[in-house]
């Protein structure tokens, strides 16, 4: 219990001044052993005082100081760290099935593509693979009329030469092709393209028959008339092919071949020869 009036403090004085006097008294009346021992017990008795020796300061760090009410102030011992329990994120399980099934699909797209790619390129390598070509040989007029009802009847005979300039591939000429005749925007006639085969560096000449009847004659039969005195009647000549390409003894899909010939004649007249002054041909292919 902690004293801290004015008479308990000058109490407590005179009682520690009285016990210092009693131990200078018996000091001065022991024997010079028994003063070595009262000045330093530690050294007659050593492993008694060793036992008792503290491994630990009483008090923690720093100095001791009273309050501001006059309690003595001791700091508390510093408290000891805290085991924090370590906690491992994993991630589900179906989020990572998910993960490893997108990498391999998309391993599997880009080994695919790969894979197509070189394919492709040994091709060209080994059979160099080139687009057939066409011209037009003749255009003949053997009706062209305008009916009672005002729609414009055509009918046209065209020669075709068709030329597989490849020397490794085979062109096979499906169902469903077709050939028309078209004047400023407007189909005149068209007809079917026949179905055959064509082999290496082979040319075949074809003759084809187009008839059509269209809506408007009156005016498509003036515009040609005001076209045919002036000598030079444009023409567009379009050509749509199914083929299925050959490499050796296989065969591929389908493919479209398009085809338009930008014609100038000279003439409509009909049962006769018309001469073609221009003629410029494009192609290309379609899968």
């Given amino acids: 219990m902690n004293i801290t009036s004015e008479f308990g403090t000058s109490n407590l004085n005179l009682h520690v001044q009285h016990k210092f006097a009693s131990i200078n008294f018996h000091y001065q009346d022991a024997s010079p052993k028994t003063r070595i021992a009262m000045a330093d017990p530690q050294r007659i008795h050593p492993d008694t005082y060793s036992r008792f020796k503290p491994t630990a300061p009483l008090m923690g760090p720093g100095p001791s100081s009273a309050s501001q009410k006059g309690y003595p102030f001791q700091h508390p011992p510093a408290p000891l760290p805290r085991a924090v329990p370590l906690i491992f994120s994993s991630q589900p399980r179906s989020t990572t099935w998910c993960c490893r099934c997108f990498c391999w699909t998309i391993s599997l797209i880009i080994i695919l593509l790969i894979l197509i790619g070189v394919a492709i390129g040994a091709i060209f390598l080994v059979f160099n693979p080139k687009l057939p070509q066409y011209s037009v040989d003749s255009l003949r007029i053997t009706d062209l009329r305008l009916n009672l009802d005002l729609t ?72 040609l008339q005001l076209q045919q005195q002036a000598g030079n009647i444009p023409l567009d000549l379009h050509v749509h092919a199914p083929v299925r390409i050959e490499l050796g003894t296989w065969k591929l899909r389908k493919i479209w071949i398009l085809g338009e010939c930008l014609l100038v004649v000279d003439s409509l007249s009909t049962n006769s020869m018309i001469s073609i002054n221009a003629s410029d041909c494009k192609f290309r292919s379609k899968l």
């Fill in 152 to 223: 414009l009847y055509a009918r046209f005979d065209v020669k075709i030469t068709a030329n597989n300039p490849n020397e490794k591939i085979g062109i096979y000429y499906e169902k469903g092709g077709s050939v028309s005749v078209w004047f400023q925007g407007t189909s005149l006639c068209d007809g079917p393209l026949p179905k055959f085969y064509q082999g290496h560096r082979n040319v075949t000449r074809l003759g084809v028959t187009l008839t059509g009847q269209r809506e408007s004659g009156s005016t498509i039969m003036s515009a």
